[in-house]
Nanobody
Framework: QVQLVESGVGLVQAGVALRLSCAASGRTSSIHAMGWLRHSPGKDREFVAAINWLGGSTLYADSVKGRFTISRDNAKNTVYLQMNSLKPEDTAVYYC?????????????????WGQGTQVTVSS
């Protein structure tokens, strides 16, 4: 059993920053990549960012590149998403996810475990 708990729920104005955290616990693989994905009403679940096991390789969706930064602390089994210059179109439920293995992925279907999600609302 793997548990992922996101934190950092927020209602913010456009232009400000917000950091999300996700702590993993339970029977996580000793080696795993982690990612953030989001879901807005009327849209498919969208990949946001991912980071490999060692943290040396990251992937970003074009829509967030240059504004969002993913990082991880393996000692704490935690992944972070620093979101700067937020826009109303970033409003969504944000999920963190684990992919077994060392490589990260930009495909939502390749993630094995998901958190419950946390709402981020950006007002204009």
């Amino acid at each position: 059993q793997v548990q992922l708990v996101e934190s950092g729920v927020g209602l913010v104005q456009a232009g400000v920053a917000l950091r999300l955290s996700c702590a993993a616990s339970g029977r996580t693989s000793s080696i795993h990549a982690m990612g953030w994905l989001r879901h807005s009403p009327g849209k498919d679940r969208e990949f946001v960012a991912a980071i490999n096991w060692l943290g040396g390789s990251t992937l970003y969706a074009d829509s967030v590149k240059g504004r969002f930064t993913i990082s991880r602390d393996n000692a704490k089994n935690t992944v972070y998403l620093q979101m700067n210059s937020l826009k109303p179109e970033d409003t969504a439920v944000y999920y963190c996810a684990i992919r077994r293995g060392s490589r990260s992925s930009g495909l939502a279907t390749e993630y094995d475990y998901w958190g419950q999600g946390t709402q981020v609302t950006v007002s204009s």
